[in-house]
């Protein structure tokens, strides 16, 4: 019998563990007064490049514009209507460095969406995101809170964009004993509430309201100056907070990749593993196999970049009682010309959603996959350092299962870039 408790259990069981190594280390291998980890010269460096620096403050700013233009199915279903959109706001990122002994971080950025005619569709946004930092010679410690409260889709079964909140806590600590070699361990605690103002045919706070635990440990290993090798082991558990709702889940995933300097000819990152991902209550429809995601990019010349994008786990559906696979790629690149004024984009990407199956769902039912394919285009012209101006447009065709249709969307727009 399925224990509604044990999650939490586990969980305590984890943190406990947590601070327990972060003590233990922290008492065998006492800090000195300097800071001498790989991440905390990545987030010096963050804090020196930020432009503004007011009294103790270092401040990035940024100002979001995105499909600013014409969305030709707002809402990615059949005989769904166009309109114009605009999504625009301030984002700040600031930093408060104590000796640069402790840096405390901050992010900020309302955002609102607006739609010219489908008024019921316009929101404001807001994504918060702070974090603690220690830097101490051989540790670097982080304590984080993340809050998130938009209206978005948040994956392509959900067509109405209902509202999400966000909250979640992190910790992380990283022990470097070497220059080459390092070990972290870590915890998150997200939660996820879903909010509808209309009636849809799917009960979404009652389906997907939950929560999320992971506790992970990794290993790395600076293989060259520009180029980290990582192994990663992780725990997860998903609370559902329905009492009617039978999904409480459990997972272990290994994970093995690379990570790739952002000033390198190769940047990102590759990041592949296997997941066991069980379901508590029976019957199971348990899935082992692949997981992972990547994000590469490629300069083959000064004036030509090649993207590569790979993403495939596990995400609980909105339609049918359990779960379906993300299988994603993707491939792009972008040439400059112009004296590197100029820059134009091109990307395609796929997507296979394929769904498990319970005891409870009709043999008749053939289908159980749904794809999306997506192109598009655009040409940006540099007005900052990193930052650009551009339209882009595109199309994107869906063919879900549950719908037996297949669901086109046409959009143009302006945007900003800040990878330029």
Known sequence: MHCPKCGSHNLIRAYALFFLAAFILLAVFPPLASASTWRGDTLLRQLELAPWRIGPFRIQPQIVLSDFGYDSNIYYSPNAPGDYTL?????????????????????????????????RERSWNNYLRGNVHFLLNKFFITLGYTNADARERWNYEIDIRPRRKENGYNGDILWQPSRKTSFSVGFRTVQYNYQVSEPSAFNIP????????????????????????????????YNFQHPTNPRDSR???????????????????????????????????DFKGLVGNANISFDVFR?????????????????????????????????????????????????????????????????????????????????????????????LDLKA?????????????????YDF
Do not use: C
Request: glycine share 8%; no cysteine; charged share 20%.
């Open 87 to 119: 999504t625009a706001g301030p984002a700040l990122t600031s930093y408060i460095s104590l000796k640069k002994k402790i840096v405390i971080a901050l992010y900020e950025s309302p955002r609102y969406v607006y739609y010219f005619q489908t008024a």
């Open 206 to 237: 009652e389906t997907l309201n939950h929560r999320e635990n992971f506790v992970n440990a990794s290993f790395f290993y600076q293989l060259t100056g520009r180029t980290q090798a990582f192994a990663e082991v992780e725990y997860g558990s």
């Open 251 to 285: 997972s272990w995933a290994y994970y093995g990749g690379f990570n790739f300097s952002t000033t390198g000819k190769i940047r990102g990152t590759v990041r592949l593993g296997y997941k066991i991902f069980d379901s508590i209550p029976p019957p199971p429809p």
């Open 303 to 395: 004036s030509l970049t090649l993207r590569g994008s790979y993403r495939r786990d596990v995400q609980f559906s909105a339609w049918v009682s359990n779960f379906y696979i993300e299988n994603a790629s993707g491939a792009g690149l972008s040439y400059y010309f112009l004296r590197r004024r100029f820059r134009l984009d091109y990307d395609y990407n796929q997507t296979r959603y394929n769904y498990s199956r319970s005891s409870s769902d009709s043999a008749s039912t053939a289908n159980r996959e749904s794809t999306s394919y997506s192109n598009s285009a655009g040409i940006y012209y540099r007005i900052g350092k990193k930052m650009g101006l551009g339209i882009r447009i595109g199309r």
């Open 401 to 417: 299962f549950y719908y037996n249709k297949s669901i086109t969307r046409d959009f143009a727009g302006f945007n900003i870039t």
